[in-house]
């Protein structure tokens, strides 16, 4: 296997790792906002999306991407960005879905899938593209 692409899979699976600690605490929090809190759909989404993203960021700009130097604003403001689109689209697609799927939980965990996937390209092209030569 070629160097470049072990060591995309092996940043692939490291953001994923990630990933379900995002998942793991987007999910709980959203639970308790939604079942202890009995906060509005949209304003837990909001809220437990915002702590996973945190994490996210942490975990992936050093040991994901292992980003070098100091962070700065504009990567920052891509992280964020990404991020706002990201929350955006798992809000519209979880308001959506609970329509259909009518397992709040299970709506949510569809969303988490897509917006995982969305969010590791959006990162590596957008954000932490520099860390590594590209394939």
Known sequence: MNTNI???FYRLLKFNIIGLMNTAIDFLVFSILTGLFILPLILAQVL???CGIINS???NRYWTFK???KRNTKEF???FAINLVMLII???MI???VEVVTNVYVAKLLVITVVMILNFFAQRIIIFNETEPKI
């Open 57 to 59: 960021y942490v975990w």
């Open 6 to 8: 072990k060591k995309e």
């Open 48 to 50: 437990s999306y915002s």
């Open 77 to 79: 403001t891509k992280f």
């Open 67 to 69: 980003a070098k130097g």
């Open 95 to 97: 308001y959506h879905l």
């Open 90 to 92: 798992s809000t519209v």
